[in-house]
């Protein structure tokens, strides 16, 4: 059974930043590609960020760029999210997700994609 379990949830105030962690465990897959995605309250499940597992290429929502960094740790099979000058629209439910090779290896945006996700980790940003 594939595991991702997130970490580094919290509460913060506008303007400061928090950091991420999904660690893989359990039965590994051949990652295409890892991501972040976010559940606003009230919301439906949107695109944070993604990158491809081999060649570290990122992709981000107009959202979060320049503010977010997207990272991972191939020897310790675990992917980053750093997140800086946080507004409180960024409060959200943040879900780790893996693509594994297929067909639908590059599709970021869209969830049906990934077939793994996390439990999830609070981002609560206080204005």
């Not at 400061?16 to 893989?24: D, E, I, M, T, V």
């Not at 297929?102 to 969830?111: A, E, I, K, R």
Request: glycine letters at 12%; aromatic letters at 14%; charged letters at 15%.
């Amino acid at each position: 059974q594939v595991q991702l379990v997130e970490s580094g949830g919290g509460l913060v105030q506008a303007g400061g930043s928090l950091r991420l962690s999904c660690a893989r465990s359990g039965h590994t897959f051949a990652a295409y590609a890892m991501a972040w995605f976010r559940q606003p309250p009230g919301k439906g499940r949107e695109f944070v960020s993604a990158i491809n597992w081999l060649d570290g290429n990122t992709e981000y929502a107009d959202s979060v760029k320049g503010r977010f960094t997207i990272s991972r740790d191939n020897a310790k099979d675990t992917l980053y999210l750093q997140m800086n000058s946080l507004k409180p629209e960024d409060t959200a439910v943040y879900y780790c997700a893996g693509q594994p090779w297929g067909p639908s290896s590059g599709n970021y945006y869209d969830l049906k994609g990934y077939p793994y996700w996390g439990q999830g980790t609070q981002v609560t940003v206080s204005s």
